[in-house]
């Protein structure tokens, strides 16, 4: 990430004062701590809406109704991955830090192997949280993501070898991966073993790639079509990712349902990290955003919103970066924020969603949170620009300086 301008000790000082200031008015606004309930963060492998895939079309009944019906009963829209048919770890990098790739330099960049090691601590949202664990049911050593977690440091991290047991292990027919009913399973094993909040970070790996006919009683095979689904081949893989995608829905909606009956407040960022690798990657450059474009929601139990949370946010963000949801999930918590949340605050609220060039080159985008089009940096207002600048020196302070604020001020909180 090239050094922006004016980056100095002090600098972040004054940036650190600024959005403590800030915080100081949202946090007079708001009533609860978010230490004090049951945070997910579930990173869903390649999910989209299958609907949303260009030039295809399905016969037959809507595979996932359960999740679209969220539209009505969460904050909900579409999440701006970085890559196309990869890039899970970023998707979680961006989510768990609010840091953007946007701003980094090197497009091809993975932070989980090339930034968060080279530090002994890292910040992400687990740091409001006494108790923070992830629950990954596959090989756990991809991404540097053992040691990763323990930069993080959460207490916790159940994955293939660990000493932590992944309980219900369930294969659907030949898909060797494990189900997303195996996820959700642990993860309620997960909330019921504690009685105060948390943080659980949950990865899927039920739709990864490739998709090889998996499933016995396909019903979508033969009923998927579409001008890039060119060969039987193709047909059959993305008609075996539908079917995929009907399952989670499944296990989605069993999974809300169970957590509806918990007497504690619980809150979901559900998201999937980006399309599934079937149709051409040539295709990213006619449908730029549209192939970048997943699907997320945000949903708080009925205990929740029985006790302050929002069903859903009161304005419309239809497009959004992964880096949003610390910020976002704070507001429909009604949860209080640090110095570094009160900037995420600022910048989801007050600038385009900022994500990496989808045209190939360096630098960032900004893309309009309600209409999904490209904003020109230029038309930014002063105000915008400063903020902007904020983020980058913070952003730039952590992954590449000398983490002044992490060191000389109480910017992120106090370190858990």
């Known amino acids: 990430m090239k050094e922006p301008e004016n980056y100095s000790e002090s600098s972040i000082?004054?940036?650190?004062?600024?959005?403590?200031?800030?915080?100081?008015?949202?946090?007079?606004?708001?009533?609860?701590?978010?230490?004090?309930?049951t945070v997910i963060f579930n990173l869903s492998e390649s999910f989209i809406d299958p609907y949303m895939a260009p030039g295809v079309k399905i016969k037959g009944h809507d595979p996932i109704p359960f999740i679209r019906s969220m539209q009505n009963r969460s904050t909900y829209g579409k999440m701006l991955s970085t890559g196309y048919g990869g890039d899970t770890a970023n998707m979680e990098f961006q989510g768990l830090t609010g840091f953007t790739l946007g701003l980094m330099s090197i497009p091809t960049l993975v932070a989980?192997?090339?930034?968060?090691?080279?530090?002994?601590?890292?910040?992400?949202?687990?740091?409001?949280?006494?108790?923070?664990?992830?629950?990954?049911?596959?090989?756990?050593?991809?991404?540097?993501?053992?040691?990763?977690y323990q930069r993080f440091s959460f207490n916790k991290f159940a994955y293939f070898g660990?000493?932590?047991?992944?309980?219900?292990?369930?294969?659907?027919?030949?898909?060797?991966?494990?189900?997303d009913f195996t996820l959700y399973y642990n993860a309620l094993?997960?909330?019921?073993?504690?009685?105060?909040g948390q943080f659980i970070s949950l990865l899927s790996i039920q739709n990864h790639m490739p998709y090889n006919n998996w499933y016995k009683h396909n019903e979508y095979k033969g009923k998927v079509f579409g001008k890039y689904l060119d060969n039987d081949e193709v047909r059959t893989s993305f008609a075996t990712y539908v079917k995929g995608t009907e399952y989670t829905d499944k296990a989605v909606k069993k999974f809300i349902n169970h957590i509806d009956n918990i007497d504690k407040p619980i809150t979901i960022v559900f998201y999937g990290d980006h399309y599934p690798g079937i149709l051409n990657s040539d295709l990213i450059y006619k449908y730029p955003i549209r192939l970048h474009s997943t699907r997320y929601f945000i949903y708080s139990?009925?205990?929740?919103?029985?006790?302050?949370?929002?069903?859903?946010?009161?304005?419309?963000?239809?497009?959004?970066?992964?880096?949003?949801?610390?910020?976002?999930?704070?507001?429909?918590?009604?949860?209080?924020?640090?110095?570094?949340?009160?900037?995420?605050?600022?910048?989801?609220?007050?600038?385009?969603?900022?994500?990496?060039?989808?045209?190939?080159?360096?630098g960032f985008e900004l893309i309009d949170h309600e209409t999904g089009k490209k904003v020109d940096q230029k038309t930014l207002t002063p105000e915008q620009k400063e903020l902007l600048?904020?983020?980058?020196?913070?952003?730039?302070?952590?992954?590449?300086?000398?983490?002044?604020?992490?060191?000389?001020?109480?910017?992120?909180g106090k370190l858990k």
């Open 189 to 196: 094993h997960q909330i019921d073993s504690r009685k105060g």
């Open 301 to 362: 139990n009925k205990y929740a919103r029985e006790h302050g949370a929002k069903t859903k946010l009161d304005t419309n963000y239809n497009y959004v970066n992964t880096s949003e949801f610390i910020p976002m999930m704070l507001e429909q918590t009604d949860s209080k924020v640090t110095a570094y949340q009160a900037l995420l605050t600022e910048v989801h609220k007050k600038l385009p969603a900022i994500t990496i060039n989808y045209d190939g080159g360096k």
């Open 112 to 148: 989980y192997t090339q930034v968060v090691p080279y530090h002994p601590f890292f910040p992400t949202i687990g740091m409001n949280f006494k108790y923070k664990s992830a629950i990954h049911p596959f090989d756990g050593t991809f991404y540097s993501r053992i040691e990763d």
């Open 389 to 412: 600048h904020d983020y980058e020196l913070v952003q730039y302070d952590m992954n590449v300086g000398k983490s002044y604020a992490l060191k000389n001020t109480n910017f992120y």
């Open 13 to 37: 000082e004054k940036i650190s004062n600024k959005y403590q200031k800030v915080a100081n008015n949202i946090n007079a606004e708001r009533k609860m701590n978010v230490s004090d309930q």
């Open 162 to 179: 660990s000493k932590y047991k992944i309980y219900d292990q369930k294969k659907i027919d030949d898909n060797p991966n494990d189900s």
